[in-house]
């Protein structure tokens, strides 16, 4: 088990981070007899998790969703896998839109280097 300050470090984020996501129930630490929070490999396990939710773009309310239902264990992961998928088909939709956006800069691309060989071939020495 490691203290507050040992698992910011470890994971790289601040104290007053893991405050907030305990805040915000995502993190649930286990306390000590002084009542200190003590974090596990589960609640690591569980941050690196959150973390990618945050990278794959899912809102903070939508993480507190599956935190919450996480929580209320097996009974929830028919709704847990409604928000994956709904994030899936953002991802899906954003990744189209890249896909679009890359293909235009192709095309402008290629306009530019038939332009360049049409200058070259009327001035080699360009």
């Known amino acids: 088990m490691l203290s507050i300050s040992q698992f910011a470090k470890q994971v790289a984020l601040s104290p007053d981070t893991l405050r907030y996501y305990e805040k915000l129930g995502l993190l649930q630490p286990q306390r000590n007899a002084q009542h200190q929070r003590q974090y596990s490999q589960q609640d690591q396990d569980w941050l690196a998790f959150i973390q990618r939710l945050k990278q794959i773009g899912m809102s903070m309310h939508d993480i507190q969703t ?28 954003k990744r189209i839109e890249l896909d679009q956006q890359l293909a235009f800069l192709n095309q402008k691309m290629a306009f530019y280097q038939d332009q360049l060989a049409t200058l070259a071939s009327i001035d080699p020495q360009r």
């Open 66 to 93: 599956y935190a919450q239902l996480r929580a209320q264990g097996d009974r929830t992961i028919t709704a847990r896998m409604a928000l994956l998928q709904a994030q899936s088909q953002q991802l899906l939709a």
